[in-house]
């Protein structure tokens, strides 16, 4: 394991890196062709590769049953140390019977081999228990809850390797791995990091978060998911030619490093608001913005929940330090971006759309508001949003 660069340690204090290469990749290759195949899911797809490459440091594979019971209980893994979602694999009945604990398997997405696992332990998953526990509901109307519902009943634990990452990548110049940013970061001169995470454009509210957090870090590492997202959210291509648009206009080039996380949305608010920070950290980010509703989906979660779960842990212990921020906006009455916190007006005086909102007038062919989104941004959206109906 080499040195690791950066201005804080990865968590648990080693980042982890289980992808092999070289000889030791051949011979596992070689190996794996008399293993079972073990079909991953979408999110187990982008778990093994975040896994592999360090973001879930110090996770070196998939939960085991002590980890998954600690992880959805205590929200802490079996040593203590915080981590809020169990990743897990999970198979269906079929598969999990004709496995055994302690068998070599490969983990494959349709063709494509992606990994190698021992099979540690296999045990059924506690779906309702996980529901309540990690999304805080049991409704099958939430995406997350829904998706854990339909998944396999049975999970493997086991440590992994990587033979070939996911195919078809999206954004492949964009996708820094951990060490990687460490790297970049340290090459800036970079001290104090501050990451955004986000699955959407960069509006101005967002634009004036991003800008106060830079104030008092050395650089912002804009860091959009792209993975797994729902069908409504605006596509991933064109929100990244929206983060180009503003950031060539708008930003400080030696101040903004852009990146994608390609992990996959779970939804589950205040525990992925923990879950982000802790992978962001290992990315080498010293500072996490946590926005109103982190995570969120509909109505599942309180306004400030993502914020007061960091203070079920002592301080140190996640180690990124998050910025909280409050509902932001256009007050036409302050003449500025302000927030519910620094405004003393009234809604009516405020610029605000739904993301629902958003997306119909991009459909309808309409810029939105410029107190809303920089003009630059409202194009790439409406013309991404119209050429992709019209292939639809
Ligand atoms: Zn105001």
Redesign the pocket.
């Given at each position: 394991m080499s040195r690791v660069v950066g201005s804080i340690a990865p968590h648990g204090g080693q980042l982890v890196n289980r992808v092999l290469r070289g000889s030791l990749r051949e011979a596992a290759l070689e190996r794996a062709q008399a293993f079972p195949n073990v079909q991953l899911t979408r999110m187990a797809v982008s778990d093994l590769e975040m896994i592999a490459v360090g973001v879930f440091s110090p996770l070196t594979g998939f939960v085991t049953k002590d980890e998954y019971d600690s992880v959805i209980d205590d929200m802490r893994l079996p040593n203590g140390l915080p981590w809020s979602i169990p990743v897990t694999l999970p198979v269906d009945d079929h598969t999990a019977a004709g496995l055994k604990e302690g068998q070599e398997i490969a983990l494959v997405d349709g063709e494509h081999l992606m990994g190698i696992m021992t099979i540690a332990e296999k045990y059924p998953a506690d779906k309702e228990r996980e529901a309540r526990q990690v999304y805080r509901t049991t409704e099958e109307a939430h995406p997350g809850v829904a998706r854990l519902y339909r998944q396999g009943n049975w999970l493997l634990g086991g440590e992994i390797f990587m033979l070939n990452g996911p195919k078809d990548v999206e954004f492949p110049e964009l996708r820094h791995e951990p060490a990687q940013t460490r790297r970049m970061f340290a090459s800036r001169g970079w001290r104090r990091i501050v990451a955004f995470q986000t699955r959407n454009p960069i509006h101005r509210a967002h634009e004036y978060i991003q800008k106060t957090a830079l104030e008092i870090v050395d650089g912002l590492f804009l860091h959009p998911l792209v993975g797994e997202t729902k069908g409504d959210d605006i596509p991933a291509d064109v929100r990244i030619q929206s983060y180009q648009a503003i950031l060539r206009d708008y930003y400080p080039a030696d101040r903004v490093l852009l990146g994608v996380f390609p992990a996959a949305m779970r939804y589950a608010g205040p525990r992925e608001a923990i879950f982000h920070a802790i992978a962001r950290k290992n990315y080498g980010c010293t500072h996490f913005i946590v926005g109103r509703d982190h995570a969120g989906v509909g109505n599942y979660y309180g306004t400030y929940d993502a914020h007061n779960i960091f203070d079920e842990f002592a301080p140190g212990e996640i180690g990124i330090t998050p910025l909280f921020f409050d509902y932001t906006f256009f007050?036409?009455?302050?003449g500025a971006v302000?927030s519910a916190k620094t405004?003393?007006?009234s809604k009516e005086?405020?610029v605000y759309l739904s993301g629902t909102q958003v997306r119909e007038m991009l459909e309808r062919g309409e810029m939105l508001p410029e107190e809303f989104t920089r003009p630059e941004v409202s194009k790439v959206l409406r013309d991404g949003i119209q050429a992709r109906r019209q292939t639809e």
């Amino acid at each position: 394991m080499s040195r690791v660069v950066g201005s804080i340690a990865p968590h648990g204090g080693q980042l982890v890196n289980r992808v092999l290469r070289g000889s030791l990749r051949e011979a596992a290759l070689e190996r794996a062709q008399a293993f079972p195949n073990v079909q991953l899911t979408r999110m187990a797809v982008s778990d093994l590769e975040m896994i592999a490459v360090g973001v879930f440091s110090p996770l070196t594979g998939f939960v085991t049953k002590d980890e998954y019971d600690s992880v959805i209980d205590d929200m802490r893994l079996p040593n203590g140390l915080p981590w809020s979602i169990p990743v897990t694999l999970p198979v269906d009945d079929h598969t999990a019977a004709g496995l055994k604990e302690g068998q070599e398997i490969a983990l494959v997405d349709g063709e494509h081999l992606m990994g190698i696992m021992t099979i540690a332990e296999k045990y059924p998953a506690d779906k309702e228990r996980e529901a309540r526990q990690v999304y805080r509901t049991t409704e099958e109307a939430h995406p997350g809850v829904a998706r854990l519902y339909r998944q396999g009943n049975w999970l493997l634990g086991g440590e992994i390797f990587m033979l070939n990452g996911p195919k078809d990548v999206e954004f492949p110049e964009l996708r820094h791995e951990p060490a990687q940013t460490r790297r970049m970061f340290a090459s800036r001169g970079w001290r104090r990091i501050v990451a955004f995470q986000t699955r959407n454009p960069i509006h101005r509210a967002h634009e004036y978060i991003q800008k106060t957090a830079l104030e008092i870090v050395d650089g912002l590492f804009l860091h959009p998911l792209v993975g797994e997202t729902k069908g409504d959210d605006i596509p991933a291509d064109v929100r990244i030619q929206s983060y180009q648009a503003i950031l060539r206009d708008y930003y400080p080039a030696d101040r903004v490093l852009l990146g994608v996380f390609p992990a996959a949305m779970r939804y589950a608010g205040p525990r992925e608001a923990i879950f982000h920070a802790i992978a962001r950290k290992n990315y080498g980010c010293t500072h996490f913005i946590v926005g109103r509703d982190h995570a969120g989906v509909g109505n599942y979660y309180g306004t400030y929940d993502a914020h007061n779960i960091f203070d079920e842990f002592a301080p140190g212990e996640i180690g990124i330090t998050p910025l909280f921020f409050d509902y932001t906006f256009f007050c036409k009455k302050c003449g500025a971006v302000v927030s519910a916190k620094t405004c003393p007006h009234s809604k009516e005086d405020w610029v605000y759309l739904s993301g629902t909102q958003v997306r119909e007038m991009l459909e309808r062919g309409e810029m939105l508001p410029e107190e809303f989104t920089r003009p630059e941004v409202s194009k790439v959206l409406r013309d991404g949003i119209q050429a992709r109906r019209q292939t639809e």
